[in-house]
């Protein structure tokens, strides 16, 4: 399985940003899918999650409300809607694929990772 995360860029406090992420594969549609973050200087964190279908999602406290996670099992595609961003959003997202279709926060409960894309917010 390999991840391919892309979407990053630069943008002001404020702007938006949509990230995607492409998993190689024939069961994307089983597992759920994650979205971590690894700012400077800073451990990785866990920003939002996605149950296989869809259905179910959760979120960081520090992203509620702004970012919203959603996948097109059709096209082995995860995104992460970033709105209203701000710049102690700016971190290296990576995308990453559970063990199982059960959602979770924590990191060892993903098994692939992406290769991450950089997310600069300006003030």
């Known amino acids: 399985v390999q991840l391919q995360a892309s979407g990053g860029g630069l943008v002001q406090a404020g702007g938006s940003l949509r990230l995607s992420c492409v998993a190689s594969?024939?069961?994307?549609?089983?597992?759920?899918m994650g979205w971590f973050r690894q700012a400077p200087g800073k451990e990785r964190e866990f920003v939002a999650t996605s149950s296989p279908s869809g259905d179910t999602t959760t979120y960081a406290d520090s992203v509620r409300g702004r970012f919203t996670i959603s996948r097109d099992n059709a096209k082995n595609t995860v995104y992460l809607q970033m709105n209203s961003l701000k710049p102690e959003d700016t971190a290296v997202y990576y995308c990453?694929?559970?063990?199982?279709?059960?959602?979770?926060?924590?990191?060892?409960?993903?098994?692939?990772w992406g290769q991450g894309t950089l997310v600069t917010v300006s003030s």
């Open positions: 990453a694929r559970s063990r199982t279709s059960v959602i979770s926060r924590r990191g060892p409960g993903y098994d692939y």
């Open positions: 594969g024939r069961t994307f549609s089983d597992y759920a």
